[in-house]
């Protein structure tokens, strides 16, 4: 008897749908959702420009955020290394000789991680060698504690014909009882004890149209999996002071000379503000005056 | 392999043809004497008396079904042979100064209850002596089964109970292998899909089996090309008595069974049946609208149409065609906004067709000799999230030729050939699918799938040859099996060859008339799976995988129906297809082993008057090492331990109640140690420790119960059954389900239990 080269992708395929239906059948746990931030967290990585060429600078920054919301404004360690850009999996596996290249530790918001991509052969010896195509290095960022950081990763594109740049952020506008509101002096807008407000991000995509938009508070009552550039957020009863943020990416995918790959590097800008609860609307400013 | 050597097998299987008709020309001499069988199952008839019309000799056939009549002077005598489960049926012979050899078919009596067997044999070690028989009353009202002949497989030792997972394994896991490392057969020929949807219900229709063979390991040379173990699906004749048909109905699918013959008195006759699940009717009326837009619905349909052709006792032709159509997709169409995904979009469609044609040609009760051939076309293709598919589709025709004879009292030679021609084209725009052992699986959303359209061409030829002695109390079966196989791109790129030998041998010893124990050894190679040939998800070539087996042990008769059967095993597992390191050029290569021990234990009730029943434990341990000099590992659905109580009882002659309580060891699973954010997607990178499948899910444990109820009619009967698997709604474990930064974790459960409620009419 013969199966000839049976079809073990036809059972992986069966078990995969079966896992669906019990899935969708199952009662499923109930976790906080992405958008809700409760620990210390990286929300963002970015390089500026989002593409670079051998011989030109790049400013490499990220966005990370206590368990409060508030601001990460701790040391960050930063690495620029050759391995594992490509795929998920890869990048599992990616030991520490793999991930040697650049490194570089930031102390402060001034100290940012600024490099100036080498050229010929410095760049082979200090990566990989280079395709003029594109290739792809992985940025690494870690933060909280050493044994056991937080870490991040992102594709940076390395190219001599450079054509995708980052989204540009604006500013976010909060709508209140359908009215904007403006800041205080101190940058904070006062919404008063209103149950809800609307929150648009104002943000440029000078390439790609590949958009959207992640936002993330420390309170629940945004509103989950979204990732349109408006979004209602229901907010605390209790007054305070709540932090809310928003990162634009643009994810047009990078085709490679050879057409083989398409890899996403996205464009990435972000946004925050802060916003007052308080008992009455007698501080809110609104944006027509009245 | 080349199409040469393909022509000289051809030439082979014309060989075994004329080596048949020259056995049959060596066992045409003897006394009046023969052997009595059943005409439709051609199993011998023990118990029959044959009488000489006219005298006072008779005699009673023994249980061998053989018969030997005292020497008379010549002349014509009228034979009588007459039983009450068979028609009396007279045949004249002519006696003229030689002995006479008379073999006889009969045919059911009229009104008589037949009880058309349907067997599952535990046909461990040694294929032909080992059988455990399970009637068609066992495998139709097993608790648990739901009606279904292959579920009660499930019950038996070797193979794991993965509770709810089953529902996914689209097999059997046999002694520590995965379920695509078992053989699926009907009437020889591959089964190319053994459930609907992986796990929901055998694609054939029970109806249809007249045996149902298991092996859980130890198997003959009969079969191969697997390194776990075997399952055959036998199917029955339809119906050349009288027309009769089935219209079953139960709460997920339903079923029309019509067979008869063609006209009177004609050695002609055929029937159908088709299958069809409404789920997708139900579903959308049950479920609120809310729920819809997430909702993949299942819907299967199956077929089945035979013709058979009995000019005479001696020759039966048989076509049997069969066939599959799984489909599923979202039951809405609507992109639901608030999907972490642009596109939820979901299709899925899986479908084969198998028209098998043989001729089984028995002379006389000591030769069988069948040759079937075979086409198939099967298809696979699954999409998911608006552009990542893959797409298989299967050409094949398989020719095989089985031969058996009785070569004296005391060995039976048996040999075969199979050919098989086999198209595998396969496109795909997917990442790269996990191998077993591999527990971080793709990421279809970040993944880089990989874009590809490829056919590979294959030619596998195999023979076969095993010989029984029965010497005294000792029975010995050696068997050879060779293979070879040439395969090649479309393209002409790739092309290669493999090929194996596997030797095996079985022994009994008969100790008591109750007591027998048995032994095996055996090599047993199992070509790469398809995709794991095809670049860029496999290696073009790699080598078959094998499994060095061995296994001992004890069968004991309590008598009154109640038997035992206790085994051990050892099987090493060498040359295995394992994923090489990360940027390696190629993507697999044979640097895996592994190994599987184990005891299995099965006491049985066989079905007599009222109760069957068995108890059945497992113990296995099965491991794996992926690379050479790394860690060894526990096989992904390795299951410790795995106990099966199960019983049926009639009550009266209308009601059945059964139960059956299955534990098993929860299966094991990789921990998650940490994940890293990739900002480029905003989704998070599983790490997971390096200790792979340290960690155990829950234990698993159900309890089924059935009760079944019959209306007998004067034409006609109706049976109804309520099948409740998981009455107490124990949560079988799935797996485990992670928040978006994998630092919570949670067990995923099925919570609710299982009703089938089944109502069938039959005429």
Redesign the interface.
Known sequence: MTAGLRTGATIAAAAIIAVMIFSISCDTPEFDPPNRIKSLRILAVKSEPREVSPGEEVIISGLAVNEDGTIYTGPIAWVLGSTGALTGAERSEASEEDVEGVMHIQMTEDDPFVYTMPTGGEFDEKFEEYNADGTVLTIGMGIGDLDNPIMSIKSLMVRDNTSFENPVFVGLDFLVEGRYVLPDEDGVFNVGNTEAVKVTANVDFPTGDEKTFHWFTATKGLKEFTVDKAIEWKLPKESGIYDIYCVARENTGTQFGDGDYNVKSAGVDWGAARIRVSETMDDVIWADGN | MNRTSLAASIFLVAVFCMAALSAQNAFADGAVSGMVTDSEVLIPISGVEVLVEGTEISVITDDEGRFTLPEMPDGKYKIVFQSSQHARTVKEVEISGENVELDMELTAADGAVVLKEVSVSAKREVVATAKQSLKREELMTAPGAGADAIRVVQSLPGVANLG?QS?????LVIRGT???DS?Y?LD???L??L?H???LQTVVNSEWIESLDYYAGGYSV?????LGG?V?INTRMPEDEKFSGVVDLTNYSSFALVEGPFGKDSNWSGGAAVRRSFIDFVLPEVLPEDQLA???V?RFYDYQAIVAYKPNTHHTFKLFAFGSDDR?GIVSDETD????TADVS?D?E?WFHRPILSWTWTPNPRINNRLGISPRL?K?Y?KVYGDKY?E?T?K?I?M?EDFTVDLADWNTLSAGI?L?A?E?DIEADV???PKEGDP?G??LF???GLVFKES?F?E?A?AYIEDTFELGPFSLTPGLRA?TAF?QYEDGSVEGDMSAVDPRFFARWRITDSATLKGSAGIYHQ???????VEPFGTPNIEPEVANAYGGGIEYDFGEGYTMDAQGYYKQLIDLVSGTE??ADEPYDNEGVGHVYGAELLVRKELTDRLYGWLSYTYSVSERRDRPGGDWRYFDQDQRHNFILLASYRIGDTWRVGGKFSYGTGLPFTEID?A???????SY????SDEVNEERQEDIHQLDVRVDKAWQFTDWELLTYLDVQNVYWQKQP??Y?Y???Y??K?A????SFYPTLGISARW
């Open positions: 709810i529902y996914g394994a689209g097999g995965g379920a695509e053989g057969y020889g020929f591959y190319p899909q459930f949807f992986g796990g009969m079969y191969g090309e697997a075997i055959e997430f909702t993949v299942p599923m906004e608030e999907s972490p979901f899925m899986l099967q696979l699954f893959i298989f299967i094949d398989e095989r199979v098989d086999y595998f990442v790269q699918p971080s793709a990421d970040n993944d880089v590979i294959t596998i195999i293979s395969y070509y790469p799976q398809g995709d794991e040939m990360s940027g940490t890293i954010y990739n900002a480029d997607t905003d990178i599983p790490i997971y799935i797996g389900m928040n978006y930064d630092t919570e949670e995923v459960s099925f919570p």
